[in-house]
């Protein structure tokens, strides 16, 4: 069965860094960019980046470009989001999802175009 599983949330300071993993099972990963989605509560869901099948090509949302870097590792099926320099509004459930229409990614955010999705790591930026 086609799955992701987010790892590597937890609780950090302002200021601090963490490294989030996406892992996937069932589909070869380098067939779809991956984007990583975070939800704070009262917000909509925010695509805050994108990495494309073959990892040569990222997008950032203007709130954490500098900050966040997407890399893949495709020989172990995974994609990881490196996030330096948190901040409290950096807060929120982090998403892994797929992109529907293949490995590259796409400037506009449509959220249908992401069909598996997985269960989300908490971030939780706060001293």
């Known amino acids: 069965q086609l799955q992701l599983v987010e790892s590597g949330g937890g609780l950090v300071q302002p200021g601090g860094s963490l490294r989030l993993s996406c892992a996937a099972s069932?589909?070869?990963?380098?067939?779809?960019?991956i984007g990583w989605f975070r939800q704070a509560p009262g917000k909509e869901r925010e695509r805050v980046s994108c990495?494309?099948?073959?990892?040569?090509?990222?997008k950032y949302a203007d709130s954490v470009a500098g900050r966040f870097t997407s890399s893949r590792d495709n020989a172990k099926n995974t994609v990881y989001l490196q996030m330096n320099s948190l901040k409290p509004e950096d807060t929120g459930i982090y998403y892994c999802?797929?992109?529907?229409?293949?490995?590259?990614?796409?400037?506009?955010?449509?959220?249908?175009?992401?069909?598996?999705w997985g269960q989300g790591t908490q971030v939780t930026v706060s001293s």
């Open positions: 999802a797929r992109d529907r229409w293949g490995p590259y990614c796409t400037s506009d955010v449509t959220i249908s175009q992401y069909d598996r």
């Open positions: 069932g589909f070869t990963l380098d067939s779809s960019a």
């Open positions: 990495i494309s099948g073959s990892g040569r090509n990222t």
